[in-house]
């Protein structure tokens, strides 16, 4: 091996990539022994129920780690069947992928739940994103595959409202605090975050230093000024009134066809007939992106 500090960037860089390919590449034959064992049924013979536990106790794992890649060895190994015969595994071409050592375990499980939401005929794509990028991006990209193919029906003259997921629950402690739990719906979720985050920001100059408030205890604070704000709903400026603004992006051909889908500032998608419900009773201040945004 040679000296590390001999070495420039360029080529210490290459050398992590290459270190990295060949970890992944073991990753896989540890996913296919696994697999094995599992076939076999061997938990049974070290004197354990299931075999991630086997794997906790041996290789020190978690146990949701050892859980994790029990089931992602099912998806990538083939199976002997008790005839002699080799079924091919459920994801045939992350499987390829995996074994030349361009996925990790993570890209793995993601394109593992990407394709429960997608026909099999769509693996290449999501194989081809966790190529190119991180698990992460692979499971927002996987998400918005199986959001558009979904939209691709048109939309019927008179739209069925999403069925409500609102729901809020209280309980006052024997300590005199009201705890809260709350369900929120995408929009209403995304209007919340719109009006909480402002209040909910570091401030500038607390006259003691820097705000030493975790994100918990801030967002806490914002919360209870928000329900002070509608306590005094008459003290509100001259148009308080109006609805907390809410950024969506859509293309124009979606738009002017009443069809398609829009983005929210947190990522969410919402289908052509929400964003109208939204535009009915808010101002709308229109932007025109162009292709590059």
């Known amino acids: 091996m040679s000296d590390p500090r001999l070495l420039s960037s360029d080529e210490l860089l290459q050398s992590v990539a290459d270190d990295v390919k060949e970890m992944r590449v073991r990753e896989n034959s540890?996913?296919?022994k696994i697999a094995e064992l599992e076939r076999r049924g061997a938990a049974a013979e070290f004197g354990y129920k299931?075999?991630?536990?086997v794997l906790r106790d041996a290789v020190r794992w978690d146990i949701h780690v050892a859980q994790q890649w029990v089931a992602n060895s099912g998806l990538l190994s083939s199976e002997?069947?008790?005839t002699g015969s080799e079924l091919a595994p459920e994801l045939?071409?992350?499987a390829e992928a995996a074994a030349e050592g361009e996925l990790s375990i993570a890209h793995v499980a993601e394109i593992a739940k990407a394709m429960k939401k997608l026909p099999a005929e769509h693996e290449a794509t999501v194989v081809e994103y966790a190529r190119q990028f991180d698990p992460k991006t692979v499971r927002k990209l996987g998400a918005r595959l199986a959001y558009s193919l979904n939209q691709d029906d048109p939309e019927p003259a008179e739209p069925q409202p999403e069925r409500l997921v609102n729901q809020h629950h209280s309980r006052w402690r024997k300590d005199g605090v009201l705890e809260i739990r709350a369900l929120l719906d995408k929009?209403?979720?995304?209007?919340?975050?719109?009006?909480l985050s402002p209040l909910a920001k570091p401030r500038p100059d607390t006259g003691e230093g820097p705000?030493?408030?975790?994100?918990?205890?801030?967002?806490?604070?914002?919360?209870?000024e928000l329900v002070n704000l509608m306590v005094r709903a008459d003290?509100?400026?001259e148009h308080g009134g109006e609805p907390v603004t809410l950024t969506l992006t859509m293309s124009y051909d979606d738009l002017a066809a009443k069809t398609g889908q829009a983005l929210l500032d947190n990522g969410e998608r919402i289908p052509a007939d929400q964003v109208r419900?939204?535009?009915?009773?808010?101002?709308v201040i229109p932007l025109i992106l162009g292709g590059q945004s």
């Open 92 to 94: 045939p071409l992350a």
């Open 277 to 283: 419900q939204l535009a009915c009773n808010a101002g």
């Open 30 to 32: 540890a996913m296919r």
């Open 211 to 224: 705000d030493q408030r975790d994100r918990s205890e801030r967002e806490g604070e914002a919360f209870a």
């Open 187 to 195: 929009v209403t979720g995304a209007a919340y975050e719109a009006a």
């Open 80 to 82: 002997i069947t008790p």
């Open 50 to 53: 299931k075999l991630s536990q």
């Open 235 to 237: 003290q509100l400026p």
